[in-house]
């Protein structure tokens, strides 16, 4: 469980001057006295509403005049998912990297054709801990401070999607690991590992048998190399479904055989960039295969205990697909660990939030988990 006093010089950087407080920097951690100093400086807003559903969910031409690719500009944002990076710069998102939940759920579907409601769980897990609950924004980067032995979590001068052990975590597919001082930009020779599994294991695609086979090289070489290697609810589920999301979202919809041209790879890892007349799948998906990445080499959550190579697992955690475990682990020691003691807008924002992510978990998990309400209904 991450203990608050954790983020008690983070917290005292950025309340140096509230006025500086970026309106998508995380709240997360602070003390009741910062939180009073902080909240008063912002824009309070109610969370938007979700988006309606498609019009259409078919496949279709994304990569379209009304969202054509533009290079970033000084002080936009960009982090660890390529797929967000890609959605931003070809303006599903704004190009600046700042965007409400709700405008992440739209441009998940427009773009990719994620399913509504797998879109609304993993956007509202992500915006939970890494977001502003107060703005209703959240960052799609945001770099993480190398902070040292801190616990499960490390702090984030920012939040968004580059707070640590989160949504973003240890063994990336073509980022580095935290702990080396860069989690967010592209790893050319990560990324080489990436093509040349793929070459061994796919006859030069990215699939599912080489994406069991990279999962599993990358939580290796994590815990060889990285003394605080981890690997905990929700980054551990959050890892196996990283693995699918190429597969199931940069494979062009009129070719959609689960199989990954490494040049399209790259064009959206390193390039942020859809690959031209890129079409996006043919029917809503969401998180299909990530079962079949975890089951080529079972590995349980654990972690790093005394420096490389001390992997532990941890049998209180909850296990690949379980959902209401992660949903209950999320919620205890996460979002109440992160927001001991809201009151007013914060308050009112976090139930609304953990509202609309418990009733996306019933649809995604097919049945109904026990509802949780931390800070009373």
Same mark, same amino acid.
């Given at each position: 469980? #991450? ?9 005292? @950087?950025? #309340? ?45 031409? #994304? ?24 959605l931003a710069s070809h303006g599903y998102i704004p190009r600046t990297g700042v ?9 998940? !579907?427009? !773009? ?10 993993? %956007? ?41 052990? %989160? ?83 940069? #494979? ?9 041209? @490494? ?55 909850? =296990? ?16 109440? @660990?992160?927001?001991? =003691?809201? %009151? !007013? ?29 931390p800070f009373g209904k």
């Amino acid at each position: 469980m #991450v203990k608050p006093a954790l983020f008690t010089t983070l917290a005292l @950087t950025l #309340v140096s001057s509230t006025s500086a407080f970026p309106a998508y920097a995380s709240l997360a951690g602070l003390s009741q006295a910062e939180l009073d100093r902080i909240i008063p400086t912002l824009d309070a807003r109610e969370p938007a509403k979700l988006p309606p559903p498609m019009k259409s969910n078919g496949t279709k031409l #994304v990569n379209d005049a009304q969202h054509p690719f533009k290079p970033l500009r000084p002080g936009d944002i960009r982090g660890p998912c390529p797929g967000m990076n890609t959605l931003a710069s070809h303006g599903y998102i704004p190009r600046t990297g700042v965007a409400s939940p709700s405008q992440i759920i739209e441009a998940v !579907g427009e !773009g990719f054709n994620m399913e509504r409601n797998f879109a609304t769980f993993i %956007t509202y897990l992500a915006h939970l801990s890494d977001g502003n609950q107060v703005t209703d924004l959240l960052s799609i980067g945001g770099k993480t401070s190398k902070t040292g032995p801190v616990g499960q979590y490390s702090k984030a001068p920012i939040g968004g999607f580059d707070f640590h052990n %989160t949504f973003e975590g240890d063994a990336s597919l073509s980022r580095g690991d935290s702990f080396f001082g860069d989690n967010h930009t592209f790893n050319e020779t990560i990324f080489q590992e990436f093509i040349d599994f793929s070459n061994k294991f796919g006859a030069g695609k990215y699939n599912l048998t080489v994406a069991g086979e990279l999962r599993f090289h990358r939580i290796q070489q994590s815990i060889a190399t990285n003394p605080q290697m981890t690997f905990l609810s929700p980054r551990y589920t959050n890892a196996y479904s990283e693995s699918a999301f190429p597969i199931n979202f940069f #494979v062009d919809g009129r070719h959609y055989n689960g199989q990954l041209d @490494t040049t399209a790879a790259r064009s959206f890892f390193q390039n942020m960039r859809m690959p031209d007349g890129f079409h996006r799948a043919p029917a809503p998906i969401g998180g299909e295969g990530f079962m079949q990445i975890g089951a080529a080499h079972p590995l349980k959550s654990g972690r790093n205990v005394k420096g490389v190579n001390s992997y532990k697992a941890d049998p209180s955690q909850p =296990k690949l697909g379980e959902f209401c475990k992660i949903y209950e682990d999320f919620v205890k020691n996460i979002v109440v @660990t992160f927001y001991p =003691k809201p %009151t !007013g807008d914060l308050k009112k924002a976090l139930n609304i939030n953990l509202g609309r992510l418990y009733d996306a978990l019933t649809v995604v998990n097919g049945s109904k988990c026990p509802r949780l309400f931390p800070f009373g209904k």
